[in-house]
């Protein structure tokens, strides 16, 4: 029996609805940085209402291996995951062009000659 979406009116194996919406989406990763030093990268602007946050969150925690949450719109995930957790969400799925990466404003530039 093949099942018919009913946004485009086409069986559900060549649908595509699904993908146009996390491509629709826009994305924005950034640090949040708590008492004690304690660092939050947290993930905002996915549509709650296409998306499952909690199942999102618990495969962002098991491919980043850390702790986090995934409620009203913000996955916050425990610790700095700024360079992991865009990949991550690529191979979710997600577009590489909707997500947004914001810098750590606290740690600002690199100085020049140190690495
Ligand atoms: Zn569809």
Same mark, same amino acid.
């Given at each position: 029996?093949t099942?018919? $979406?009913?946004? $485009?009116?086409?069986?559900? +194996?060549l649908? =595509?609805c +699904? #993908?146009?919406?996390? /491509?629709?989406?826009?994305?924005?990763?950034?640090?949040e940085?708590?008492?004690? *030093?304690?660092?939050?990268?947290? =993930?905002?602007?996915?549509? /709650?209402h /296409?998306? +499952?946050?909690? /199942? %999102? &969150?618990?495969?962002?925690k098991n491919? %980043? &291996? $850390?702790? !986090?949450?995934?409620? +009203?719109?913000?996955? &916050? %995930?425990?610790?700095?995951?700024?360079?992991?957790v865009k990949?991550?969400? =690529?191979e %979710? !799925?997600?577009? &590489?062009d909707?997500?947004? =990466?914001? #810098?750590d404003?606290r #740690? *600002?530039?690199?100085?020049?000659?140190?690495?």
């Open positions: 029996m099942t018919v $979406c009913t946004t $485009c009116g086409l069986p559900k +194996d649908c =595509v +699904d #993908q146009i919406a996390r /491509e629709s989406q826009r994305i924005t990763v950034m640090i940085r708590k008492k004690f *030093g304690k660092a939050y990268t947290t =993930v905002t602007g996915i549509n /709650e /296409e998306v +499952d946050m909690g /199942e %999102l &969150a618990k495969k962002l491919k %980043l &291996a $850390c702790g !986090g949450t995934g409620k +009203d719109g913000v996955i &916050a %995930l425990q610790g700095d995951h700024l360079r992991s990949d991550a969400l =690529v %979710l !799925g997600f577009s &590489a909707t997500i947004d =990466v914001q #810098q404003r #740690q *600002g530039p690199r100085p020049y000659g140190r690495r």
